[in-house]
Each structure stands twice: as structure tokens, then as C-alpha cells.
């Protein structure tokens, strides 16, 4: 689980992004939407109703960092909060985050190089491959790059330590 110091940090992270909606259709406040969201996926999640199931599931546990007086948002409010951002910020302003509370990578580094399961289904010419890295001693992701083949998982690692520098 979390500890105390990381779960602040990622709130006052969650907090940083805005929010584009509407005031009057403000239920949820934003850093409940961005905290739950990168729990979920950290836990596997990969769609807007996985999402809110993990915050269904998890509730007791948000509830001793979260305000969630109007419950676990939907996963149209997952998906409609997000769908306002352009993917680009929102990767570049994690990016900077990780960062910034990794001044400095301890121990291992790994390296896993992986192939998106079910991306060849999806009607892309070939499959999705991705260089990770993860700090074992700091116990966080760093970051990924994608490669073209999973041939070029070597020749994409310098580039993905360029990616993850502080």
C-alpha cells in the first residue's frame, strides 16, 4: 500500500491539473478524479469503468485521503474529465512530477521491454512494443518509450533514460 509521504505527494500532484468542465456539473473535484484514475491504472486498469470499479472497490481506503461526500465519480466523469485534457499535458506535467520526487534513482534500475497485449487486434499494422524503466529502491515507474519492433528494445533505451533524467 501507499505510504503516508507518497500518497500526499500524489495528491497535491492531483491537485495541479485543471479542470475544464463546466462549475455547475462539478460533483467530484478534480484530484479525486486524477488520484483515483492513476491508482487504477497502476493497479491494471485500462477502461473508464475499470476505473470507477477500482474506486467502487477501494473506497474505504480513498476515503482516509479523499473528500468523496459525493461518492466514487462515474465512469462518464472519469471519462468526460479527462477527454477536456490534451494527453500531451497531462504526460508531460506527470513526467516533471516523477521527476521531481526522484531526485536521484537508487539501486537498480529495470528494464522490461513489453508487447501491449491485444494491440495487433486493434487494427494497427503490428503490435504495440514499449520500453519500461523502474526504479527497484525508489519503488516507481519511470517511464516508457515505444519502439517499432521489438528488435529495437536496445537501440530504445538510451532514448528512454534521456525521457526519465531529473
Not at 27 to 44: D, Q
Amino acid at each position: 500500500m501507499l505510504n503516508m509521504k507518497l500518497k500526499n505527494k500524489l495528491f497535491i500532484f492531483a491537485q495541479t491539473i485543471p479542470d475544464f468542465r463546466l462549475n455547475r456539473k462539478k460533483l467530484h473535484p478534480s484530484e479525486n478524479i486524477v488520484f483515483i484514475t492513476i491508482l487504477a491504472v497502476i493497479c491494471g486498469a485500462e477502461t473508464w469503468e475499470e476505473i470507477e470499479d477500482y474506486g467502487i472497490v477501494k473506497r474505504e481506503f480513498l476515503e482516509t485521503i479523499l473528500d468523496l461526500e459525493n461518492g466514487i465519480p462515474s465512469h462518464d466523469t472519469f471519462n468526460r474529465f479527462f477527454s477536456l485534457l490534451k494527453p500531451s499535458f497531462f504526460e508531460e506535467h506527470f513526467v516533471s512530477w516523477i521527476k521531481s520526487i526522484s531526485n536521484h534513482y537508487k539501486g537498480v534500475v529495470a528494464i522490461d521491454g513489453k508487447t501491449v497485449r491485444g494491440s495487433k487486434q486493434s487494427g494497427l499494422k503490428s503490435a504495440i512494443h514499449l520500453v519500461s524503466a523502474f526504479s527497484t529502491e525508489n519503488e516507481i515507474f519511470l517511464g516508457q518509450i515505444k519502439t517499432e519492433e521489438k528488435s529495437n528494445e536496445i537501440t530504445a533505451i538510451p532514448e528512454l533514460f534521456k525521457s526519465v533524467r531529473p
